[in-house]
């Protein structure tokens, strides 16, 4: 009899002909094309493409922000296609972190209450966990700027409070849309090094959405996607950026993120 417990454990992620098709008035636009995907547990995945590929729509698609037209979608052992609206919404808040480009701060909040946020809106009952937020934010290098608003911090600091406000939940999945799409190389260097780190040390599955293939490199795995279809898969080749000494002594905030 087979041990149980050696079982390989199912993809966390398992798409099927997941296809998108918009419709306006007469015109009918595929931007997904029968996707099918499996994505491990606790593995950074990559998926890249230009403008126009479907990154966007499968990021949606997977983070449960909107239906597939066609399609199967199986989310941590959940088809989501088989949920109504309530019942996604639910399960996406227990089990799914965004990370996006544009950060998406609260400005009348601090880094802190950005955090806290997340926490209260997932309606989760037991209180939030002190020890976990303080190993996270010493991972972020953000313990000495929780206290300051976003306009007081700089592009990377914001992008660092945004990946602690979707990890506090200790979701299942991380979803990160253009992560560093906003920020310079230097910073953008350590927000990658940063979320590598933290999918190796909290076993977190990755999913990145990217158009830069030098980033999309660090992960493990890398799928190509053009015209709503994946075109190609590859593994990772790029050595992970060396953390910076970013974080406390950081006392005023650089220069605003390029706009894309």
Same mark, same amino acid.
């Given at each position: ?27 009918? +636009? ?12 606790? &593995?950074?995945?990559?998926? +890249? #493409? ?26 941590? #052992?959940?088809?989501?296609?088989? =949920?109504?609206?309530? &019942? ?7 089990? $799914? ?6 950060? @998406?701060?609260? !400005? ?12 209260? +809106?997932?309606?989760?009952?037991? !209180? ?38 979707? =990890? $506090? ?29 933290? @999918? ?24 190509? =996607?053009?015209?709503?279809? $994946?075109? #190609? ?9 060396? =953390? ?17």
């Amino acid at each position: 009899m087979t041990d149980v417990s050696t079982r390989p454990l199912p993809p966390i992620i398992v798409t099927e002909n997941l296809t998108k098709v918009y419709t306006s008035g007469r015109v009918r +636009v595929a931007a997904l094309r029968g996707v099918s995907i499996e994505v491990e547990r606790g &593995e950074f995945l990559a998926i +890249v #493409g230009p403008s126009g590929s479907g990154k966007s729509t499968l990021f949606y698609l997977l983070g449960g922000l909107t239906r597939a037209t066609h399609g199967k979608l199986i989310i941590d #052992g959940v088809d989501f296609a088989a =949920l109504d609206d309530a &019942e996604r919404t639910r399960l996406r808040k227990h089990r $799914i972190g965004f990370v996006f480009q544009r950060f @998406n701060l609260l !400005p009348t909040l601090s880094a802190m209450g950005n955090i806290e946020i997340a926490y209260v +809106v997932s309606h989760r009952k037991e !209180p939030m966990d002190l020890k976990f937020l303080d190993h996270l934010t010493s991972l972020l290098s953000i313990q000495e700027r929780l206290k300051h608003r976003p306009a007081e911090l700089s592009g990377g600091e914001q992008q660092r409070v945004a990946i602690a406000r979707a =990890l $506090i939940t200790r979701p299942a999945i991380v979803l990160a849309d253009e992560p560093t799409g906003n920020l310079d190389s230097k910073n953008s260097d350590a927000v990658l090094a940063m979320l590598l780190k933290l @999918n190796r040390e909290l076993g977190q599955t990755t999913l990145m959405i990217t158009h830069n293939p030098d980033a999309a490199a660090i992960a493990d795995r890398i799928l190509h =996607l053009r015209d709503g279809e $994946i075109v #190609g898969e590859e593994k990772g080749a790029r050595a992970a950026p060396a =953390l910076p000494g970013f974080g406390s002594s950081a006392s005023a905030p650089e220069s605003p993120p390029a706009a894309d």
